[in-house]
């Protein structure tokens, strides 16, 4: 059976130091719990930081790290410089305020990146060192987004999983991060990424579409010759725990005495924190009772609000700003045996907790921003009476789950004060009518069948890798690099976008450079080897760039061809009356596609959209190929479409036509070894002999035996075959 390696920024244990000695007591949060049973079952081990242990002395350390092996938990110890720079600079400085859209609380200079990556690396240590072969590694949280790329690079096989808790921003939110790219990187590591919410799922894919020109496909990711799932699991809480714990009798009596006086009660319960929309609740509270008069008195307002982060800046100045705010509603309302919000700055007890949630009338969960937000489904779990109002914030995730909730926009204090109203007014019929389908969804798809859901998910992510779209190793490269190197006459058939350069914005602009144009000479100088560049270009392309070097060119996918030192000849086109209709299709694209453009050739079109938008000239295209795919119907043409590319080409116009004239010219027994990146190379790789070498060069699947990473990659095995 597969174990099961959980790796998460807190181990679920907390560490206390005291007059009987130190004690290591198992946390009760959303994550400790819900993992309790998997950690459990499947034998595994659950990486993270312990907690600071600096006060402790060396033999009490030593019985920690013992009950910690004990319970199967690796501690991950981290130093008070580690703790101040990567948690409480970068991850929560830097990615909380982001990744939640207060981007006004980014810091002038954005630091400590290199803390946090050096945490990351030591969390991912840990992993590869504990690893054993069929092993399941769950990553969680955004402290250790790159902890699934370095344990990729460590281990390729290894069935790796990440979930986020907070939610992920929209793409032009996400791309204000310095290092946006090598975040993502990170996260595409793994086999699974799961988020809260569709809307995050969304988000994750258009950012990796405009960051790192990865296309979505329904529910996955192309990545390195990968496959990356991405899914939406909604976390769950032990919702049977609270539901028992609510019917206990000493929450039953803590709840009566809340309720004692009679007035109606709200209550919100949150960590002392920006995203949690305290302050504009306050404010909604002050204008429902500012409008009515009658509820002076009858309605009170308990708000817990539980210390989070006291030692950052911000923090200070919202419990500054939340306790004023209090005291003038205070000073405003309040009567001699009346105050109309009774504010605890300070942790309760679960107990104390769901003894409020039984006694509420209305639960208020309005954050600004919020991944889940937990609190929404305990106290729906805490409520087997059935009644209760939630009022709850359509910028929670758990919004999508929760549509029975009275749901309100915290940022429109007016309108979330009428509902406020709504809740203390609303019919027992109705109360319980939402309670009962809120009580029946929160207890179904609780905490556990979340991650069960979720380990059942990553064990099928990762159960049948696609070896065609893995890289060649090292061996296998070297191996055809000496095989076209001891080879008496060798002919290089090269792709050039894509394969040779990187891909340019628009075509002209991705013109040589002096290195590339450099090895082509070196490779076209070296004895007995022909080199042939095949493009998609136009021959006049070609020849303004290559055209002075003894190359062999062919332009237009194998339309021109031009033998080393000889003229172009061309291909029969055949009936053209196609061409004007498609121009207009293309022209009209092209208008209402900002940043596209139309490349005209001889033999056909090509409509490019990398300088767009990318989701929307995706979108584009697809219609685009639709609509061109009816429109030549029985034609003699084929639409393609490639990177960033539609193309419309004459039937039997293809980079294999290079193959024939490249053998037809050729003098004795020639080795053809030929590099390409994308679908139009596929025409070329089938065209070759049997004893040929095909090398694909990117992550997209190909009928080539070997694979190489990248453009770099590529002219790094030309240049090793120049060196022969």
């Known amino acids: 059976m597969a174990r099961l390696l959980v790796v998460s920024n807190r181990l679920p244990v907390t560490v206390r130091s005291g007059e009987g000695g130190v004690s290591v007591e198992r946390s009760t949060g959303g994550l400790a719990t819900g993992l ?51 948690y409480e600079g970068y991850s929560n400085a830097v990615l909380w305020p982001l990744f ?56 390729p096989d290894a069935r790796i999983g990440f979930f986020l808790h907070i939610p992920f921003p929209t793409s032009e939110i996400f791309r204000i991060l310095p290092q946006r790219e090598r975040i993502l990187e990170g996260l595409l590591g793994a086999d699974l990424v799961g988020f809260h919410a569709a809307p995050f799922v969304r988000h994750f894919a258009s950012a990796a579409l405009r960051l790192l020109s990865t296309p979505t496909e329904v529910d996955r990711i192309r990545w390195r010759g990968r496959s990356v799932r991405l899914g939406v699991f909604p976390m769950g809480i032990d919702a049977a725990a609270f539901s028992d714990l609510a019917a206990s009798a000493e929450v039953l009596d803590a709840a009566r005495g809340h309720r004692a006086g009679g007035s109606a009660l709200l209550v919100g319960i949150d960590r002392l924190d920006y995203t949690k929309g305290i302050t504009r609740r306050l404010a909604a509270f002050e204008e429902l009772l500012r409008r009515r008069p ?51 700055h300070r942790g309760l007890s679960q107990a104390e907790v769901v003894a409020l949630y039984r006694a509420a009338d209305a639960v208020l969960v309005t954050p600004l921003r919020d991944g889940m937000n937990l609190v929404a489904k305990e106290f729906v779990a805490s409520r087997p009476d059935g009644d209760g109002v939630l009022v709850l914030s359509e910028f929670a ?5 929760l549509s029975e909730a009275l749901l309100v926009n915290p940022y429109d204090v007016e309108r979330t004060a009428d509902t406020l109203e709504r809740a203390l007014a609303m019919p027992e019929d109705e109360r319980r009518a939402r309670m009962a389908v809120l009580r029946h969804r929160v207890l179904t798809y609780d905490v556990h069948w979340w991650a069960r859901s979720l380990i ?14 893995r890289l060649s190793p090292a061996a296998a490269v070297e191996d055809a690099v000496a095989r076209a190197r001891a080879a008496p006459r060798l002919a290089l058939l090269l792709d050039y ?50 055209g002075a070097l003894p190359l062999g060119l062919h332009a237009e996918h194998g339309f021109w061809s031009r033998p080393p030192g000889g003229g172009w000849k061309g291909a029969d086109v055949g009936p053209t009356s196609w061409r004007e209709p498609v121009r207009g299709i293309l022209r009209d694209f092209a208008e209402r596609t900002p940043g596209s453009l139309i490349e005209e050739k001889t033999a056909g079109f090509a409509w490019h959209y990398r300088a ?55 003098v004795g027994p020639t080795l053809l070894l030929a590099l390409g990146d994308d679908r139009t190379d596929e025409d070329l790789f089938a065209a070759l002999p049997e004893d040929s070498i095909a090398v694909h060069v990117g992550p997209a699947l190909s009928r080539a035996p070997l694979r190489i990473r990248d453009v770099t990659a590529a002219r790094a095995l030309l240049a090793r075959i120049a060196e022969g």
Request: aromatic residues 8%; proline residues 6%; charged residues 25%.
């Open 456 to 469: 059942a998910r990553l064990e099928a992510a990762g159960s049948a890798p696609d070896p065609s779209a």
């Open 497 to 546: 976008d894509g394969t040779l350069v990187p891909f340019a914005p628009t075509p002209d602009v991705a013109a040589p450079d002096a290195a590339l144009v450099a090895l082509l000479r070196r490779l076209s100088a070296r004895s007995g080897t022909e080199v042939h560049l095949v493009s998609g270009r136009k021959r006049e392309t070609l020849e303004r760039w290559f």
């Open 100 to 155: 939640h859209y207060f981007v006004a609380r980014l810091p002038q200079e954005v630091r400590d990146f290199d803390a946090y990556e050096a945490v990351n690396e030591r969390f991912a240590a840990a992993v590869v060192e504990r690893y054993r072969p069929g092993d399941l590694v769950w990553v969680h949280d955004y402290q250790l987004m790159l902890v699934p790329g370095l344990v990729r690079e460590k281990i």
């Open 36 to 86: 309790a049973g998997p950690h459990e079952r499947l034998g595994g081990l659950w990486i993270g930081w312990p907690g600071p242990l600096d006060g402790l002395s060396a033999d009490e350390r030593a019985d920690v790290e013992r009950r910690l092996a004990d319970e199967r938990l690796v501690p991950v110890p981290l130093s008070a410089d580690e703790i101040a720079r990567y």
């Open 397 to 401: 995730g758990a919004a999508a789950e």
């Open 294 to 344: 009658d509820l002076r008195g009858n309605v009170r307002l308990v708000q817990v609000a539980v210390p989070s982060r006291e030692n950052v800046g911000a923090y200070r100045e919202l419990r500054d700003e939340v306790e004023a705010m209090v005291g003038r509603l205070a000073g405003e309302f309040a009567t001699a045996s009346w105050s109309p919000v009774h504010y605890l």
């Open 612 to 666: 767009a938008d990318p989701e929307f000239g995706s979108a584009q295209a697809r219609e685009l190929v639709l609509h061109l795919s009816t429109f030549l119907t029985n034609v003699p043409v084929e639409v393609l479409q490639g990177d960033m590319v539609v193309e419309v080409r004459v039937h039997g116009v293809h980079k294999g036509r290079a193959v024939h004239e490249v053998l037809s010219g050729a």
